[in-house]
């Protein structure tokens, strides 16, 4: 017979509040983005481009996708003139989607529309939040 693994119950509860903190992440990006007429994964590609251009492969990556998938998203951002591709200067056969000043400018108006983070951590002291980034990061193993 297999034995049954008991959770301890603050345990549980944490797994159930961090479920509802990433719920609550998405409905408010899905909302933000919408405001924007972007889709959810447009947001998050063009905020990610605002802090860098990068590789189609490298987007995938970070986005845990298929790079066809990002390729879609790219076309769609770069007929709103908001992404651009161009050349990689360290290897000319790569191409780098970049933000245009459009996108870069509508990534700006997007992280300010994102209200559901910035509200609750403000309720916390600097040390606090410190805390709670260093024990993020211990989770995810970095």
Request: with cysteine; glycine share 6%; net charge neutral.
């Amino acid at each position: 017979m297999p034995s049954r693994r008991v959770v301890d119950p603050v345990t549980l509860e944490v797994v159930e509040l961090i479920g509802d903190v990433v719920a609550r992440y998405h409905m408010e990006y899905e909302h933000a983005a919408a405001s924007h007429q972007l889709t959810g994964a447009q947001a998050r590609v063009l905020n990610l481009l605002a802090l860098e251009p990068l590789p189609m492969r490298r987007i995938a990556q970070k986005l845990r996708c298929e790079p066809s998938n990002v390729t879609g998203i790219i076309d769609r951002l770069e007929s709103r003139g908001l992404v651009e591709r161009r050349p990689d200067p360290a290897d000319r056969r790569v191409k780098l989607a970049a933000p245009t000043e459009e996108g870069v400018q509508t990534a700006d108006r997007l992280r300010e529309s994102l209200d559901f983070a910035r509200e609750p951590l403000a309720g916390l002291s600097t040390a606090e939040r410190a805390v709670l980034r260093d024990l993020l990061k211990r989770m995810l193993g970095g």
